[in-house]
Nanobody
C-alpha cells in the first residue's frame, strides 16, 4: 500500500515562511511527477506546483517567485518552500505523486496539511 504523508503546515504571519514535506512509503517500484495542490474554504482544489521525474517544474502564477518545489528521489520526498506568505495562501495543502506501486502508475494523494497565514 502506497502512502503519502505531508508535514510542515502551521500558523504563520504574512511575510513569513514555511516548508512543507511529503514522504512516500510502501511498495514503490517507480515515481513519476510529484506535486502540491491546495484547497481553500469554499474553493476548488488548485495546482500549486509540480515537478517531473526529470526535474521539470511548473508553478501556478500566484506562487511563482515565492514558492519553490524540489524533490529528493533517494528519500522519495517532495518539498515546498513557501516564502513571503500571504493571507490568500491559507488553505489545506495536498501532495500527490504518480507512483507505480506494482500495478502500473497511479495518482496517490496525501491527507493534507493546514497552512494558515494571518495578516
Amino acid at each position: 500500500q502506497v502512502q503519502l504523508v505531508e508535514s510542515g503546515g502551521g500558523l504563520v504571519q504574512a511575510g513569513e515562511s514555511l516548508r512543507l514535506s511529503c514522504a512516500a512509503s510502501g511498495r514503490i517500484l517507480g515515481i513519476g511527477s510529484m506535486g502540491w495542490y491546495r484547497q481553500a474554504p469554499g474553493k476548488q482544489r488548485e495546482l500549486v506546483a509540480t515537478i517531473s521525474a526529470a526535474g521539470s517544474i511548473n508553478y501556478a502564477d500566484s506562487v511563482r517567485g515565492r514558492f519553490t518545489i524540489s524533490r529528493d528521489n533517494a528519500k522519495i520526498t517532495v518539498y515546498l518552500q513557501m516564502n513571503s506568505l500571504k493571507s490568500e495562501d491559507t488553505a489545506v495543502y495536498y501532495c500527490n505523486g504518480d507512483i507505480n506501486g506494482g500495478y502500473g502508475y497511479t495518482i496517490y494523494w496525501g491527507q493534507g496539511t493546514q497552512v494558515t497565514v494571518s495578516s
